[in-house]
């Protein structure tokens, strides 16, 4: 997928200038039954942090291309964009406690930090939800659609989620939120990386390190889900069936 895809190879190149080149680790286990539990929560593929590691589930990807109409590609792409934010955006200084977005005429918040007796003490849901939301824009912007249920996972996460957070994702799976101009709440949409051209892989000079003001290390893993609702009774294969031989 690395090699045929400019924009993977791009942002893979832009996370390793921002920090460290994310390594990808091969969940085999997963894959090998080949069969999804009834009430599974699916996860395709996870960024941890405190590792910069990228873990990849190959028996749910097929699953996500096969039966939900998702893409392998944008998938890995989401996970490459989680790293690129868990770097850059893990000071205070580049977010504001709560942030916010606009989509479908609605805003929706997500607090990602709070200040405790003089010190940051991060909101996991919050920081997962809002980041999730970035990678929706990034995917949109530029893959023309979200394939990958980011979406739905920040819309699900916010402060003040809609009622039925997947089916308003799949509405605006292919339009890109506004964020809000900045104030003393609330910031500017953070810098998205620059995965267009070759200009994002040569040349670029290293950023020096912001203060993380302890927020680096409270980083918990991401997951990239590609279901979160109960499943009719039964089992469903994670591989797509083989048409028979004739």
């Known amino acids: 997928m690395l090699l045929g895809s400019a924009l993977l190879r791009n942002i893979a190149v832009d996370v390793a200038y921002a920090g460290s080149s994310a390594r990808i680790a091969l969940d085999r286990v997963r894959a090998e039954p080949g069969f999804i539990p009834t009430s599974a929560t699916m996860t395709a593929g996870t960024y941890d942090p405190r590792t910069n590691t990228i873990g990849w589930y190959p028996g749910y990807i097929d699953y996500g291309v096969d039966h939900e109409g998702q893409s392998a590609v944008q998938m890995l792409f989401h996970e490459f964009d989680h790293a690129w934010y868990s770097e850059t955006t893990a000071s205070v200084a580049a977010v504001s406690p709560t942030m916010s977005a606009v989509i479908g005429a609605v805003t929706y918040r997500w607090t990602l930090y709070r200040r405790i007796r003089g010190g ?14 970035l990678v929706h824009d990034d995917l949109v912007a530029n893959f023309g659609s979200d394939k990958t249920g980011a979406l739905g996972e920040a819309l699900a996460s916010a402060d003040n989620p809609p009622a039925f957070p997947l089916e308003t994702a799949r509405r605006f799976a292919d339009t890109r939120p506004w964020f809000p101009a ?29 203060r993380r003001e302890n927020l680096l290390p409270q980083l918990p893993p991401v997951d990239g889900v590609i ?11 994670a591989f797509a069936r083989r048409a028979p031989r004739h």
């Open 120 to 133: 940051y003490r991060l909101d996991p849901v919050g920081w997962n939800g809002y980041q999730h939301m």
């Open 182 to 210: 900045g104030s003393n709440i609330q910031k500017g949409r953070p810098a998205a990386p620059p995965v267009r051209g070759v200009s994002s892989c040569f040349g670029r000079v290293r950023a020096p390190k912001r």
């Open 227 to 237: 279901g979160v609702v109960r499943r009719a009774q039964g089992s469903r294969r």
